[in-house]
């Protein structure tokens, strides 16, 4: 099972704001960055948010993270249709010495 | 530009052995900061990291599935070459490899069915 845990499900109107929530714990999110990926159906993983708060190259600003203390965020402003897709956080854990994945946020718009 | 490409078989045996190459360019594996890591996504499941190789050869694996996996790396051919064996109907799956320390560039994946 995973060690991050996401609610399996957000949704909002276009426009609007959803905030994806990531509950870890001090091995992994209090300890590391968190990087969070989204995947648009029958497609890889793309890299959204990496260090918990920076945008790769091309990313939105309406796409935006924060972490603090054992949990991270994942904020959409300005919902699109095209936002719909899976949402995953990720980051190291040190107690397990390998990488983690949330359990996944489906985004409904 | 990174990129990445998977290919192996797309079906494999119960108990057989999956050897999975990872083809990448636009980096070099050779540096202790660098890796490729595979990972993988049973149908309408979530990602589930499997093995991670660094440019020095340090290697780290998912402790669940540790004593089935071998992840090497062959630096003439940028190419990483992932092993699972005794695979079982559970490990059908896309399987992904990436570029890390972010996975911040991913192969398209390869859909690996265990069927008898």
């Known amino acids: 099972q995973s060690e991050l845990t996401q609610p399996p499900s957000a949704s909002g109107t276009p426009g609007q704001r959803v905030t994806i929530s990531c509950s870890g714990s001090?091995?992994?999110?209090?300890?590391?960055?968190v990087n969070w990926y989204q995947q648009l159906p029958g497609t890889a993983p793309k890299l959204l948010i990496y260090?918990?708060?920076k945008r790769p190259s091309g990313i939105p600003d309406r796409f935006s993270g924060s972490k603090s203390g054992t949990s991270a965020s994942l904020a959409i402003s300005g919902l699109q249709s095209e936002d719909e897709a899976d949402y995953y956080c990720?980051?190291?854990?040190?107690?397990?010495?390998?990488?983690?994945f949330g359990t996944g946020t489906k985004v409904t718009v | 530009q990174i990129t990445l490409k998977e290919s192996g078989p797309t079906q494999v045996k119960p108990t057989q052995t999956l050897t999975l190459t990872c083809t990448f360019s636009?980096?070099?594996?050779?540096?202790?900061?660098?890796?490729v890591g595979w990972i993988r996504q049973p149908p309408g499941k979530t990602l589930e990291w499997l093995a991670l190789?660094?440019?020095?050869?340090?290697?780290r694996y998912n402790p669940s599935l540790k004593s089935r996996l071998t992840i090497t790396k062959d630096t003439s051919k940028n190419q990483v070459v992932l092993t699972l064996t005794n695979m079982d109907h559970v490990d059908t799956a896309t399987y992904y490899c990436?570029?890390?320390?972010?996975?911040?560039?991913w192969g398209q994946g390869t859909l690996v069915t265990v069927s008898s």
């Open positions: 990720g980051t190291w854990d040190d107690s397990l010495n390998g990488y983690v």
């Open positions: 190789i660094y440019g020095d050869d340090d290697k």
């Open positions: 990436s570029h890390f320390p972010r996975f911040d560039s």
């Open positions: 001090r091995s992994n999110i209090a300890s590391n960055t």
């Open positions: 260090n918990s708060i």
């Open positions: 636009g980096f070099s594996l050779t540096s202790s900061s660098v890796g």
